[in-house]
């Protein structure tokens, strides 16, 4: 262990695929004890299990061995940088090998561990018998599952450091893990210190998107500097759990309260009950302050015993999809592409009829340009450009062979202005589903591999005592006045959206702690969800958070499947947030006027 000085963690990624010269930033100016990278969405590891269908050798993250590790391997060994990674997706074995390969070449030498158990996916007949709970995203465990990983904690990673590891490998992981393991190692922090593991989870947390905190995606994108050389960010977390949220000298980006705050609310669900394997979590009342140029404290985390379960994400074949994108120009084009649309697909449905088809499981129409995903508060109707995207699903990939033939017709035998076929002739894909479900503890032992040596880790003890119950919500307080002129909210708040499974989550916090009672009055849950009712047929739940001044809402269902199984143009809600950006809040004139006086922020 450490002698109690601060530990600095950085983040070189967000998702596979995230940028190439994170590391190389990171290792070069981060001054940092440890090196993390997040790889993994459950669609990932389906994809993963995919490749490692076609390939024994492959189902890990390639690009963490060859473009962020191999040209940084001699410079993170003389610095002692040490490295967690969850880039061992479906095949940490052969990730290491990988990397162990790549070690030798560069003529370092490195002690890799991994960590086992997530991997439920030959386990299938077993699970069936299992007592598994709250299932969601199907009423019963479908009949082939492509991928199933639980969830597992930050112990199995602080057990695998303990034994001197170099670089811990992991395969499903909770994101926060990552992070919150070396805390473990370092700190000393034990299952029963749960504020801490709190505190170290919510380190994770705000830098498991990578540049999501350092200014990426924020709502006043026009203060961000530095886009071209945006700053990963890097937490320096003390033994008491506090922590500042940073990113390397020189570095483009942006971190304050604001920004960190967006990245706080970014789905989590309900912050008193931000469930985790190792810790409960408790963001409601967490502080944010800044501290010096891009440093931002972090204080107010609290945690609770963990429950009995794991979660248990896996992916499963639904069928098939296809997607077309093509533009039509001049003149009235958003009628024109609606019209070209829908006469595509008719005369598609009459051509599956004819083979001996059933028809289309589902479609999709939206005119990109016309503001289509904003439904009725979409604004244009008199765009010259736009681009027209059908997404159809079926069951069978030969009715959808015959849909893509006939797109390429519509360019001779109907409306005039339609061009630019994206992609050429559209490709039909397995469309994959997410189910997710709880799956007790003790059925799923972790272990630790490292050189030649495999240890099974302790199950983790079940919880002594009562369950600690969940806290009160937090009761936001009412307007002092009646609203008498309406802002759109982005003049009130900032806001960021994403995806939990098919739901989606949105963040509003406050641009000042006054504006919030405005804010609440006119975002109640059934407001919000009649506002994006065009998201579809949702319930909304809603909570606050006193700490940031913000409110967090969960929209159930709203993502027509979500990742790859819906055929949405946004089929993770990364535009949800700007979308209620322009819902309008009645506030007080005499409020109104001063935020006239202003300057305009836009989205």
């Not at 391997?73 to 390969?101: F, T």
């Not at 397995?430 to 479900?437: E, N, T």
């Not at 919500?473 to 939990?500: C, F, M, Q, T």
Request: with cysteine; hydrophobic share 45%; glycine share 10%.
């Amino acid at each position: 262990m450490s002698d109690q000085s601060p530990v600095r963690i950085g983040c070189a990624s967000a998702f596979w695929g995230d940028s190439q010269t994170a590391a190389g930033q990171l290792v070069s100016h981060g001054r940092l004890d440890y090196l993390v990278f997040d790889y993994l969405a459950e669609i990932t590891l389906s994809i993963m299990a995919g490749q490692r269908m076609r390939d024994e050798s492959a189902g890990y993250a390639r690009d963490f061995v060859e473009v962020a590790m191999a040209p940084n391997l001699a410079e993170i060994k003389r610095q002692g940088i040490r490295v967690v990674s969850n880039a061992g997706g479906i095949n940490p074995l052969a990730c290491r090998d990988a990397l162990l390969a790549a070690a030798e070449k560069a003529g370092v030498e490195l002690s890799v561990a991994v960590v086992n158990g997530d991997n439920l996916t030959n386990r299938q007949g077993e699970l069936r018998e299992l007592p598994v709970s709250a299932l969601e995203g199907s009423e019963a465990l479908p009949p082939f599952m492509v991928s199933v990983n639980a969830y597992l904690g930050a112990f199995p990673v602080a057990a695998a450091l303990a034994e001197g590891a170099d670089i811990v490998l992991t395969g499903r992981v909770t994101d926060s893990a990552l992070v919150l393991g070396p805390l473990i190692h370092e700190f000393g922090w034990g299952r029963e210190d749960h504020d801490l593991l709190a505190a170290g989870s919510l380190a994770g947390h705000l830098i498991e998107c990578g540049t999501q905190c350092t200014g990426g995606n924020f709502t006043d994108w026009q203060q961000v500097p530095g886009y071209e050389n945006m700053g990963f960010p890097i937490v320096e977390v003390s033994a008491d759990g506090g922590f500042i949220v940073t990113k390397p000298e020189g570095t483009g980006g942006l971190v304050s309260p604001a920004t960190v705050a967006e990245q706080l609310v970014y789905e989590i669900g309900d912050p008193q009950s931000y469930r985790l394997p190792d810790v409960i979590c408790d963001f409601s009342q967490v502080a944010l302050r800044q501290v010096g140029d891009h440093q931002v404290a972090v204080s107010g985390a609290l945690g609770r015993a963990p429950g009995p379960d794991y979660k248990v994400a896996a992916t499963y074949p639904d069928g098939f999809r296809c997607v077309a994108l093509f533009m039509v120009g001049g003149i009235q084009a958003p009628a024109k592409g609606q019209r070209v649309a829908q006469a595509i697909v008719d005369k598609s449905e009459s051509l599956l009829s004819q083979a001996g088809f059933a028809g289309f499981t589902e479609t999709s129409i939206e005119v990109l340009g016309s503001e289509a995903t904003y439904g009725p508060h979409a604004r244009r109707d008199d765009s010259r450009e736009v681009v027209v995207k059908i997404g159809v699903r079926h069951p069978e990939k030969r009715a959808l062979v015959l849909f893509s033939r006939e797109i390429a017709q519509a360019a001779t035998a109907m409306a005039p202005g339609l061009t630019g076929y994206v992609g050429g002739r559209p490709i039909v894909h397995p469309l994959i589903r997410l189910v997710s479900f709880m799956l007790p503890k003790q059925h799923v032992p972790a272990s630790v591999l490292i050189g030649e040596r495999e240890f099974v880790l302790e199950p983790e003890p079940e919880p002594e005592g009562e369950v600690v119950p969940a806290p009160e919500p937090h009761e936001v307080l009412s307007p002092r006045e009646a609203g008498e002129v309406e802002v759109p909210l982005i003049r009130l708040a900032h806001a960021r959206s994403g995806d939990k499974g098919n739901h989606v989550n949105i963040g509003v916090i406050a641009r000042q702690p006054d504006y919030l009672p405005w804010i609440a009055a006119a975002l109640t849950s059934d407001a919000v969800g009649g506002y994006l009712a065009h998201l579809g047929p949702t319930t909304v739940h809603r909570w606050y958070l006193p700490g940031i001044h913000a409110l967090n809402f969960l929209l159930e269902n709203a993502l027509a499947g979500g990742g790859v199984a819906s055929l949405r143009m946004d089929p993770q809600g990364k535009a949800a947030a700007q979308m209620l950006l322009d819902m309008p809040v009645a506030i007080p004139a005499a409020l109104a006027e001063w935020l006239n006086s202003e300057p305009e922020t836009s989205s």
